[in-house]
């Protein structure tokens, strides 16, 4: 488990978290896609939407056998400040994974804190098998919220 752990936050600091970092061709009609290899190891998140979105992440190892996953829906309820979150506050946060262990290591930390925003993350479980919020605010009022689940797939 700590191989996929260590190889989850380096996945998703190279990846949706990282401002720098390009989408992949996209796998299917309409989706976003990042792919972080390393090893024997392969990432892979893709999603659909802007706005209200979903989407999975998956760890395939040694020779494509799927590991891990996660399913995430996502909703921002003030569309005009969508691209000013993700990249000021949620990207940002999303960089930190791993910093915080009071939260599982599948997104950012437990509270984050970046222009005025204010991003929570709480979860509930263990890397093999967990829920979580996730959750934007300004100036008090909540502006974004994500859902996610997953863990270990045989």
């Not at 401002?19 to 998140?45: A, F, P, Q, W």
């Not at 290591?105 to 993350?121: A, D, I, L, Q």
């Amino acid at each position: 488990m700590d191989k996929l752990i260590d190889f989850l936050i380096e996945a998703k600091k190279q990846t949706y978290a990282n401002l720098n970092k390009e989408k992949e061709k996209s796998t299917r009609v309409g989706s976003i896609d990042y792919n972080y290899k390393k090893g024997d190891m392969v990432y892979h998140d893709t999603y659909f939407g802007n706005f209200k979105f979903i989407g999975e992440e998956v760890v395939y190892v040694e020779n494509n056998i799927v590991k891990w996953g996660m399913n995430y829906y996502g909703v921002t309820f003030d569309e005009h400040l969508s691209e000013e979150i993700f990249n000021n506050v949620l990207r940002p946060a999303l960089m930190k994974v791993g910093e915080d262990s009071s939260v599982l290591s599948v997104r950012g930390p437990s509270r984050f804190e970046k222009n005025g925003y204010v991003y929570t993350f709480k979860s509930n479980g263990s890397i093999e098998s967990f829920e979580g919020i996730e959750e934007i605010y300004k100036e008090g009022r909540l502006i974004y919220k994500l859902f996610c689940n997953g863990g270990v797939i045989k």
